[in-house]
Nanobody, 121 residues
């Protein structure tokens, strides 16, 4: 069974920091892009940040300069360091990984269960 397990969400005041972590496990052959998405109430899920297997990163404009994504290929983990958090960052954050597994021997998108991030004013 392939799964992504997230941790690190919570409640923080505006201007504070949180670090999200996500670990992929199971019958994984390789992982291409890993990323973090978020979904606020009444809004569509959006890509926050992504990182390729060689370390190339991409961020949505609203988090540039505040969030940093990183990954450890040996441990199949991806992290999101969130600094200077704003109220509008409040959302459920989902880990995503595009993985090749022995379950199907094809690449698929896998999702974590989501972790709540709440930023208070």
């Amino acid at each position: 069974q392939v799964q992504l397990v997230e941790s690190g969400g919570g409640l923080v005041q505006a201007g504070g920091s949180l670090r999200l972590s996500c670990a992929a496990s199971g019958s994984i052959l390789s992982i291409d892009v890993m990323g973090w998405y978020r979904q606020a109430p009444g809004k569509q899920r959006e890509l926050v940040a992504s990182i390729g297997s060689m370390g190339i990163t991409n961020y949505v404009d609203s988090v540039k300069g505040r969030f940093t994504i990183s990954r450890d290929n040996a441990k199949n983990t991806v992290n999101l360091q969130m600094n200077n958090l704003k109220v509008e960052d409040t959302a459920v954050y989902y880990c995503n990984a595009h993985m090749l597994t022995t379950r199907t021997f094809r690449t698929h998108d896998y999702w974590g269960q989501g972790t709540q991030v709440t930023v208070s004013s």
